[in-house]
Every structure is written in C-alpha cells, then in structure tokens.
C-alpha cells in the first residue's frame, strides 16, 4: 500500500502536468502568487536574489579580477543608451541640490 496521503490534483492553476506543490498549485504558481500577496515573503526572496548574484559576481571576479570591466564593457558596446542613461542617473545622484539646480537652470 502506498504510504503518505493520496496524490491531490492541480485545481488552483493551469499547469495540470505538473505535480501538485500547495493549495491546488503547482510549484511554480504557488510561490509566484506568494511573492505577489505576501510582502514580507517578497522581500525575502529579493534580499536572496541580491545575496546569490553578489555571491555570482565575487566569484567571477575572484578568478577573473577584469570581469567588471569586460561585462560593463560589453554592455556598453550591446546597450549604448541604456549605458548613458545609467551613467546619468549615477552623475546626477553624487550632485548637492544647488548643483541640480544650477544644471536645471542650464537645461531650460
Ligand atoms: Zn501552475
């Protein structure tokens, strides 16, 4: 006889292929329906996100110490705008508040 409680079905979701994870979902939708409702368990999870890409990106550098350089490089040949836009918004946030202003003034 098969132990455990019996196999429940996919009701909550679409995904009827895929085994059952928590209330009628599958894996999937269960936690991205949590992420979306509960903010603390959001936060959570993004605070993991940063943690694992900063711990992705050390180790890359540990044994490549130009890999920054090279990604910001490649990013820059592949996304021209995007690269000035960031590089703005990092200029503008170093600025005191007479300066903005003083750059407003310039603009207009
Ligand atoms: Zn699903």
């Known amino acids: 006889m098969p132990r455990g409680r019996p196999k429940s079905k996919i009701t909550a ?3 009827f292929d895929r085994p059952v994870y928590a209330k009628g979902m599958c894996r999937n939708c269960y936690i991205m329906k949590k992420y979306w409702s509960d903010p603390e368990f959001r936060e959570k999870k993004k605070a993991y996100g940063r943690k694992a890409s900063l711990k ?9 110490p130009e890999f ?3 990604r910001q490089r490649t990013f820059r040949k592949k996304h021209p705008d995007s690269f000035n836009y960031m590089m703005a918004k990092s200029y503008i ?6 300066k ?3 750059l407003i003034k310039e603009i207009s």
């Open 13 to 15: 979701c679409l995904h």
């Open 56 to 64: 992705w990106l050390n180790k890359k550098i540990k044994k490549d």
């Open 68 to 70: 920054n350089a090279k």
């Open 93 to 98: 946030k170093k600025l005191t508040t007479e």
């Open 100 to 102: 903005k202003a003083e």
